[in-house]
């Protein structure tokens, strides 16, 4: 059985750093590019970020709204992936879920497996 699990959540403060862990089990995430979701109260679920299986396959992707701000990273020898996230803003608050893509590049429209998402706010 496939599982992702996500950690790292929390409140911070605007301005402020966190950095999102996903770690997976049943399923080996070095044959997968492998991503972020979010989901604000009220909105829909958007993209966030991807990394591929490695740089053949092309470079990590962005949305604009995190641009320059987030960097995904992965350590498949712990089968674990993360979202580094500095100067946090109110707009980034919503449940962040780990996704798997069933590809080896990214490609945001074949998500397959996720996580059950954990909470960032970003408030005073």
């Known amino acids: 059985q496939v599982q992702l699990v996500e950690s790292g959540g929390g409140l911070v403060q605007p301005g402020g750093s966190l950095r999102l862990s996903c770690e997976a089990s049943?399923?080996?995430?070095?044959?997968?590019?492998v991503g972020w979701f979010r989901q604000a109260p009220g909105k829909e679920r958007e993209y966030i970020s991807c990394?591929?299986?490695?740089?053949?396959?092309?470079?990590?992707d962005y949305a604009d709204a995190v641009k320059g701000r987030f960097t995904i990273s992965r350590d498949n020898a712990k089968n674990t992936f993360y979202l580094q996230m500095k100067g946090l803003i109110p707009e980034d608050s919503g449940i962040y879920y780990c996704?798997?893509?069933?590809?080896?590049?990214?490609?945001?429209?074949?998500?397959?497996?996720w996580g059950r998402g954990t909470q960032v706010t970003v408030s005073h």
């Open positions: 049943g399923i080996k995430l070095e044959h997968y590019a």
């Open positions: 990394i591929p299986v490695s740089a053949t396959y092309g470079s990590s």
């Open positions: 996704v798997n893509f069933a590809s080896a590049p990214c490609n945001p429209e074949r998500a397959e497996h």
